[in-house]
């Protein structure tokens, strides 16, 4: 889980160069942080919380298994 706040104000420029400005909240604030955070070269796992649920799928699922390629 990454922590995200629960409404944000994102001021932007459009494809004319004009500011433009969107307020969000919800679902919606999450995923223009999130995409923003892309923008930055920012991954999800970079800032994420540790998942027990994740780590435990990982060890049972993929620990120790090629990649492919390799």
Known sequence: MVRAALSVRVEYLDERGEPQRVDASG??????????DHLSAILHRSHAQPNIRFHGNWSRYWKGKPVAGE
């Open 27 to 36: 679902w919606y604030a999450r995923i223009l942080q999130h995409e923003i």
